[in-house]
């Protein structure tokens, strides 16, 4: 499949995505808190490089791809993701700054659910979501597991972006997903060029 396309596929999946979050949150009456980030300041964040695909594809579009290469070669593949932009105020979290291209994992956190081995669902909510409205985060869990509210379940898509390109399904530390992802952008266009 030509790499355009592995990228439209992921992109689909990632839209379906959005539309079941934002269903979930409509029905649960949960969102994050404005201005938070907390889910993208740890430091043992993975990703599949295909999650990661659109994001490299755009940026090899804007020309910034061969760059940031550059710095994710130097930087320690353990630390937080690159596109965490770190907030003036020591305290505050920061922002991502390429949010619209954000990987399965990030859209995930905070609004999926996880299945136990004995089948029932539960609400994967972040901890400051757990812990800014203790009450409703409850009564989520209690309605998510008893499936009045439906939630997307991280399993699931990762299935469905399996069947894209399985080769890419690996999980990384998050800046070395990105670097494994810009690697295969730039090597496909590479190729392409020389031929």
């Given at each position: 499949?030509?790499?355009?396309?592995?990228?439209?596929?992921?992109?689909?999946?990632?839209?379906?995505?959005?539309?079941?979050?934002?269903?979930?949150?409509?029905?649960?009456?949960?969102?994050?808190?404005?201005?938070?980030?907390?889910?993208?300041?740890?430091?043992?964040?993975?990703?599949?490089?295909?999650?990661?695909?659109?994001?490299?594809?755009?940026?090899?579009?804007?020309?910034?791809?061969?760059?940031?290469?550059?710095?994710?070669?130097?930087?320690d593949a353990g630390k937080t993701c690159v596109?965490?932009?770190?907030?003036e105020d020591a305290a505050a979290p920061g922002?991502?700054?390429?949010?619209?291209?954000?990987?399965?994992?990030?859209?995930?956190?905070?609004?999926?659910?996880?299945?136990?081995?004995?089948?029932?669902?539960?609400?994967?909510?972040?901890?400051?979501?757990?812990?800014?409205?203790?009450?409703?985060?409850?009564?989520?869990?209690?309605?998510?597991?008893?499936?009045?509210?439906?939630?997307?379940?991280?399993?699931?898509?990762?299935?469905?972006?399996?069947?894209?390109?399985?080769?890419?399904?690996?999980?990384?530390?998050?800046?070395?997903?990105?670097?494994?992802?810009?690697?295969?952008?730039?090597?496909?266009?590479?190729?392409?060029?020389?031929?």
């Open positions: 499949m030509q790499l355009y396309r592995k990228v439209q596929a992921v992109e689909r999946v990632f839209r379906a995505l959005s539309r079941d979050v934002a269903a979930f949150q409509k029905a649960a009456g949960v969102s994050c808190i404005r201005g938070c980030g907390a889910c993208c300041t740890p430091d043992r964040i993975e990703a599949s490089t295909l999650e990661l695909l659109p994001l490299a594809y755009h940026l090899h579009r804007q020309n910034c791809a061969v760059e940031l290469l550059e710095s994710l070669s130097s930087r596109f965490l932009d770190p907030a922002r991502c700054t390429v949010y619209a291209d954000r990987g399965l994992i990030c859209r995930l956190f905070g609004f999926s659910g996880i299945v136990d081995r004995n089948g029932r669902t539960h609400y994967a909510a972040c901890r400051v979501i757990k812990e800014h409205d203790k009450d409703r985060f409850l009564a989520v869990e209690d309605a998510v597991g008893e499936g009045l509210i439906s939630i997307p379940v991280g399993p699931d898509y990762r299935m469905v972006l399996n069947a894209v390109d399985p080769s890419l399904m690996a999980y990384h530390p998050i800046n070395v997903a990105i670097r494994k992802a810009v690697e295969a952008v730039l090597g496909y266009y590479s190729y392409r060029r020389g031929r």
